[in-house]
Nanobody, 114 residues
Framework: QVQVVESGGGLVQAGESLRLSCVVS????????FGWYRQAPGKQRELITD??????TNYHDSVKGRFTISRDNAKAVSLQMNSLKPEDTAVYYC?????????WGQGIQVTVSS
């Protein structure tokens, strides 16, 4: 059974940093997409950054220049979040795709106080 587990969330003050990790366990085909999504209270879940098997990355304008996604190995990715703002407060989800299936993590809370 495939599991996607996020870690590294928590409560920080504005301007501080956090590093999220996403680790996949279980048997999958070759993973070709890792994406970080977030969902703030009362808002839709949105894609904020992703990394493809080619190494290409994409960033939402709201996090560009502050967040960096990196692939640690075939089944893990990190999200370095710097200069955090109160509006970054949300539940952060990791989505993983292989050639046939997508998998979601349970989500992890990130709270940024002003």
């Amino acid at each position: 059974q495939v599991q996607v587990v996020e870690s590294g969330g928590g409560l920080v003050q504005a301007g501080e940093s956090l590093r999220l990790s996403c680790v996949v366990s279980g048997r999958t085909y070759s993973i070709n997409f890792f994406g970080w999504y977030r969902q703030a209270p009362g808002k839709q879940r949105e894609l904020i950054t992703d990394i493809r098997s080619s190494g290409a990355t994409n960033y939402h304008d709201s996090v560009k220049g502050r967040f960096t996604i990196s692939r640690d190995n075939a089944k893990a990715v990190s999200l370095q979040m710097n200069s955090l703002k109160p509006e970054d407060t949300a539940v952060y989800y990791c989505k993983v795709m292989d050639y046939f299936t997508e998998y979601w993590g349970q989500g992890i809370q990130v709270t940024v106080s002003s």
